[in-house]
């Protein structure tokens, strides 16, 4: 799978770009906007499925499926959006991205039944799936190379933003509507915004590039990309795992209002929008493995305690947490993009990453799930902070090549 960076063209030579601010802003404001919609509308279920699952008489078994049900959809999508974007377009795949995810969100909203939510989701999944590699090559070819590394880092801050926003977007929208309602305003909102990009977006558009399979065929033998694999998932799982069945975990097993639980899970994120310069700097200063193997320790331990706690000191160690886990990915990334040649690096990530979704943000919650309907939850997630605090000593058996 080519580098999604290979598919754009040379920013300073063939196609100068204008450096007015106002330029470099609105594509950067465009990308940001949808990337967050485009996270949000994946995991703002999340905060809302104890009032879904008392609306709809579900299980929290059949809760958790709705993670993996969507991540399969955004696995089997990223895989494959370089068909689509060689075929019609960064410009044309962002947008309907954008559109499609929101017109299936809107009509998961409007589902009255188990399979038709389901069928929603998938769809979601799917089509919020193409977003990020052209987001990504889209953002790359409208702002100056001197300023990719600040683009990036706004950009980036969409996931960390909507994992703080979507339970006060939940909540405060529950005070005049029903929960399928949040979803048809959500759904609808993407919408409006797929079709503002696509009509006032006015970056470089061009044609992505289609994976080559046989690129893959190199990497299958690295042991550190199956460690990789490994410890990406891990990651996931104790971050987005953990977040998406939360609410449902702390309503059902420690009786807390939805309003409770999601107030308490935003307060918990606040502080991790700055967090990732402090990890930045401790992977500086004490080198990849060991930032790798301290972050995943402290994650494993914490998400180990969401299940062992109770009172005080589980609202404690629920702030602790995301604090740890979203450290995970600085380091984790930096790691990635030095596994194997140069050749093969982007292979590597391009892999890497929606199996690490699929497995951390689709099958660990709804392995979750499904304890929590045997009577297991805390169970849950007792054994995902097992398996996590498992994989600290993983970080040290990686081969890195030099970042040439």
Known sequence: MKNINQSRPDNNIDNPIDDTI???LMPLFFLTSIFFLNFTIRIIISPLLPTILSDMNLTANQAGSFFLISATGYFISILCSGFVSSKIRHKKTIAFSAIASGIAFLATGLSQDLLSMRIGLFIVGMSAGLYLPSGIAML?????????????????????????????????????????????????????????????????????????????????????????????SLGVTG????????????????????????????????????????????????????????????????????????????QIVIFCQPLFSVCFFPPAFAALSNIGSKETRNVVISFTIPIAFLLGGGVAPNAIGLLGEKGFFSIGFIAAGVLILSGAIIPFFLKLQKNT
């Open 22 to 24: 106002l330029s470099q």
């Open 140 to 232: 790359t070819s409208s702002i100056n190379s001197k300023n990719w590394g600040k683009a990036m880092g706004v950009h980036e801050m969409a996931p960390n933003l909507s994992f703080l926003l979507a339970p006060i977007i939940c909540e405060g929208l529950l005070l005049w509507l029903s929960w399928r309602s949040v979803l048809i305003v959500v759904g609808a909102t993407s919408i409006l915004l797929g079709i503002s990009f696509y009509k006032f977006f006015t970056g470089k558009d061009f044609p992505g590039e289609a994976p080559m399979l046989k690129s893959f065929l190199p990497i299958v033998v690295m042991p550190s990309f199956w460690m990789m694999i490994i410890l990406f």
């Open 239 to 314: 971050g987005l795992g953990v977040y998406s069945l939360l609410p449902l975990f702390l309503s059902s097993e420690h009786g807390m209002l939805q309003s409770q639980a999601n107030t308490l899970i935003t307060m918990s994120r606040i502080l991790t929008l700055p967090t990732a310069l402090l990890i930045g700097w401790l992977t500086d200063r004490f080198g990849l493995k060991p930032t790798l193997a301290l972050v995943l320790l402290l994650t494993g331990i914490s998400t180990l305690f969401i299940g062992l706690a109770s009172d005080r000191f589980l």
